[in-house]
């Protein structure tokens, strides 16, 4: 059974973003997401882009997201801290496919930002772009 809807599927096409689903724990993996230039590194080398996992809800699209997690783990470059975002055996991972995926909790609630049965795919990958681009966020 699909974790989306088809106007998803097409949305996901047309962004250029690789992924691949794991449906027995409804788990969405974006493979090539991308990221702001100079602003994350991985054991000290620059990073362009990064995995990201994202649980998709049974009563999608009621509701949205307020996680993610991403692999490899997200250093800031400048050796500044991500709140309320997870270290390699942290709170909360995911594993999949051999990998730890590590937390970042974002919560898009206050007010209530999602819009039931209109919102699609495009609002979880407006979120995670949003978040990766503005670390420093303590939502």
Not at 5 to 14: F, H, K
Not at 92 to 116: A, I, L, Q, T
Not at 118 to 139: F, G, S
Request: charged share 30%.
């Amino acid at each position: 059974m699909a974790l989306l809807l088809d106007e998803d599927y097409e949305i996901l096409e047309s962004s250029g973003l690789e992924y691949e689903e794991e449906e027995s724990k409804r788990y969405l993996i974006l493979k090539n997401f991308p990221l702001k230039d100079g602003l994350y590194v991985h054991d000290g080398d620059p990073l362009t882009e990064v995995e990201v996992l994202v649980e998709i809800p049974p009563n999608y699209n009621t509701q949205g997201n307020n996680m993610f997690w991403t692999h490899p783990v997200l250093k800031r470059a400048d050796g500044k801290a991500i709140p309320r975002a997870s270290d390699v055996n942290g709170t909360d991972p995911r594993h999949y496919d051999g990998k730890e995926y590590c937390r970042w909790s974002r919560h898009w609630n206050k007010p209530k930002s999602w819009k039931p049965k209109e919102d699609n795919i495009q609002k979880i990958i407006d979120r995670i772009t949003w978040a990766l681009t503005k670390p420093d966020t303590n939502q």
